[in-house]
């Protein structure tokens, strides 16, 4: 059974902090890993995508791989209150790479 | 709108009766996914289909559940003899094909289903 896991939060920052998301990964096989931001009531928004060790950046938002340790992870800078939403990890691969395994979600509070 | 397209957005079924949940791809993608969000749960996987073809549907419950993508229109997820327990958010998602690999699925509003 593949299984992604999450900071079960919620995690509350103050408005310009840095906020710090983690998630790890049973599958040792998966190969394409997501972070969907979800607002209370509506749909999952891919926000970042990442397929190979180290870090990547787009914007305020940098995801970081570490396939050796199974973990992923997502930090915002300059945290906003319109960032509170929840935050889901999702993994794709190990023989069905087009079937996405989601964590439950980190929720994530931004007080300004 | 060049997004991913559900309708309804909000469905109320009586339990015993049929829920059709329709779902247009993103322009240019061809490939389309299932997930199911039940309250206080994570999203599920159900099925993957592209045109005319169910690719894989491990998800999807052994009964009462189908999906379908046909070569013309909307894929469908239909739900038979609805129950209280399908009380959930459907959501579609699209890709485009990938030569890489890795396939970057993109959400849809959803259908939220409730059975009275």
């Known amino acids: 059974q593949k299984e992604v896991e999450q900071n079960s939060g919620p995690l509350s920052v103050p408005e310009g902090a840095i906020a710090s998301l983690n998630c790890t990964y049973s599958?040792?096989?998966?190969?394409?890993f997501f972070w969907y931001r979800q607002y209370s009531g509506k749909s999952p928004e891919l926000i970042m995508f990442?397929?190979?060790?180290g870090d990547k950046e787009d914007g305020r938002f940098t995801a970081q791989l570490n396939k050796a340790s199974q973990y992923v992870s997502l930090l915002i800078r300059d945290s906003q209150p319109s960032d509170s939403a929840t935050y889901l990890c999702?993994?794709?691969?190990?023989?069905?790479?087009?079937?996405?395994?989601f964590g439950k979600g980190t929720l994530l509070t931004v007080n300004p | 709108n060049a997004g991913v397209m559900q309708n309804p957005r909000h469905l109320v079924r009586r339990r015993g009766q049929e829920a059709r949940l329709r779902c247009s791809p993103m322009?240019?993608?061809?490939?389309v996914y299932w997930y199911r969000q039940l309250p206080e749960e994570g999203l599920k996987f159900m099925v993957y289909?592209?045109?005319?073809?169910?690719?894989?549907e491990s998800g999807m419950p052994k009964e009462r559940f189908s999906a379908e993508f046909p070569k013309e229109g909307p894929s469908i997820l239909r739900i038979q003899q609805v129950v209280r327990g399908d009380s959930a958010a459907y959501f579609c998602?699209?890709?485009?094909?990938?030569?890489?690999?890795?396939?970057?699925?993109?959400f849809g509003p959803g259908t939220r289903l409730t059975v009275t």
């Open positions: 990442i397929y190979s060790n």
């Open positions: 322009k240019g993608h061809s490939h």
């Open positions: 998602a699209s890709s485009q094909t990938s030569t890489s690999g890795h396939y970057e699925q993109y």
């Open positions: 289909l592209q045109k005319e073809n169910i690719i894989d």
């Open positions: 999702a993994t794709e691969g190990g023989g069905s790479n087009y079937k996405l395994t």
């Open positions: 599958d040792r096989g998966s190969q394409s």
